[in-house]
T-cell receptor, first 115, second 114 residues
Framework: AQTVTQSQPEMSVQEAETVTLSCTYDTSESDYYLFWYKQPPSRQMILVIRQEAYKQQNATENRFSVNFQKAAKSFSLKISDSQLGDAAMYFCGLPYGGSQGNLIFGKGTKLSVKP | ETGVTQTPRHLVMGMTNKKSLKCEQHLGHNAMYWYKQSAKKPLELMFVYSLEERVENNSVPSRFSPECPNSSHLFLHLHTLQPEDSALYLC?????????????FGSGTRLTVV
């Protein structure tokens, strides 16, 4: 069965510094995507970045990048130059279920940004 | 505007009430999803609709009844709920049925059952 584990319930970072959120997963699929979503207090889940498992190159979106280690089934999110607006819950997600793109998520990491 | 709109934003209902949650998207997506988000628990997938057909019912109690009349609208009909059903209910949509392009989520309905 597919699982997603986020081992850090809470993290804190100083504004302008860098923080890394960890995610490990398990899947029997050979071809899949991985996602990081952000949920600010407004409650809307916002897609931050996605990684295609067959691509060795780590995905990057502005200040957000991932460290994808397929063999280790690790998918961490690095936020550089942290901003106050980055404060939110962050969820790692993995699709499962054969032909249907059902996403399963980890329990989330609450990120606080200190001014 | 998120692209996926959920109404109402907040809902308080008694255990004997019947209410419905609404989700609407005009992104041209062909798959829609209901998730339940409870405190300190992972998001739980409840239902999946692909091309207006239900393709997943993730062991959800029958007091939750989904309806997808067309590819742009998704409802969750609620009746005789329990206090433990209080949660944030999130709707999402995706372009393909595999969801590999990622989901677009709504802002959720905060449901309180009293």
């Amino acid at each position: 069965a597919q699982t997603v584990t986020q081992s850090q319930p809470e993290m804190s970072v100083q504004e302008a510094e860098t923080v890394t959120l960890s995610c490990t997963y398990d899947t029997s699929e050979s071809d899949y995507y991985l996602f990081w979503y952000k949920q600010p207090p407004s409650r809307q889940m916002i897609l931050v970045i996605r990684q295609e498992a067959y691509k060795q190159q780590n995905a990057t979106e502005n200040r957000f990048s991932v460290n994808f280690q397929k063999a280790a089934k690790s998918f961490s999110l690095k936020i550089s130059d942290s901003q106050l607006g980055d404060a939110a819950m962050y969820f790692c997600g993995l699709p499962y279920g054969g032909s249907q793109g059902n996403l399963i998520f980890g329990k989330g990491t609450k990120l606080s940004v200190k001014p | 505007e998120t692209g996926v709109t959920q109404t109402p934003r907040h809902l308080v209902m008694g255990m004997t009430n019947k209410k419905s949650l609404k989700c609407e998207q005009h992104l041209g997506h062909n798959a829609m999803y209901w998730y339940k988000q409870s405190a300190k628990k992972p998001l739980e997938l409840m239902f999946v609709y692909s091309l207006e057909e239900r393709v997943e019912n993730n062991s959800v109690p029958s007091r939750f009844s989904p309806e997808c009349p067309n590819s742009s609208h998704l409802f969750l009909h609620l009746h005789t709920l329990q206090p433990e059903d209080s949660a944030l209910y999130l709707c999402a949509s995706s372009r393909g049925s595999r969801g590999w392009g990622g989901y677009t989520f709504g802002s959720g309905t905060r449901l309180t059952v009293v």
